[in-house]
Nanobody, 122 residues
Framework: QVQLVESGGGLVQPGGSLRLSCAASGFALGNYAIGWFRQAPGKEREGIFCIFHSDGSTYYSDSVKGRFTISRDNSKNVAYLHMNSLKPEDTAVYYC???????????????WGQGTQVSVSS
């Protein structure tokens, strides 16, 4: 059974850092595209950082450029979203997703985690 489980969310002050984890089961995460999405209240879910191709090509949104990065530990079957210099506008529910590598789709949407809340506030 394919499953993705996010963890690591919480409340952080502006300028702080968090690391989100996405633990996969039922498949080898390293063989698939991985992405992080977020959905703020009243807004659509958006892809913010994705590894979409087997050559390691990544996509990231302008809103997180230079502050967020993605990594994965294939030995643990876990992907991470490293978030630095957090801003109040980063407050959202964060989701990880996985799917087949693609030449066209920048972020995978085949399998989803349940989400984890990140709140940035003083």
């Amino acid at each position: 059974q394919v499953q993705l489980v996010e963890s690591g969310g919480g409340l952080v002050q502006p300028g702080g850092s968090l690391r989100l984890s996405c633990a996969a089961s039922g498949f080898a995460l390293g063989n698939y595209a991985i992405g992080w999405f977020r959905q703020a209240p009243g807004k659509e879910r958006e892809g913010i950082f994705c590894i979409f191709h087997s050559d390691g090509s990544t996509y990231y949104s302008d809103s997180v450029k230079g502050r967020f990065t993605i990594s994965r530990d294939n030995s643990k079957n876990v992907a991470y979203l490293h978030m630095n210099s957090l801003k109040p506008e980063d407050t959202a529910v964060y989701y990880c997703a996985a799917g087949d590598y693609s030449d066209y789709d920048l972020c995978p949407t085949k399998w989803w985690g349940q989400g984890t809340q990140v709140s940035v506030s003083s």
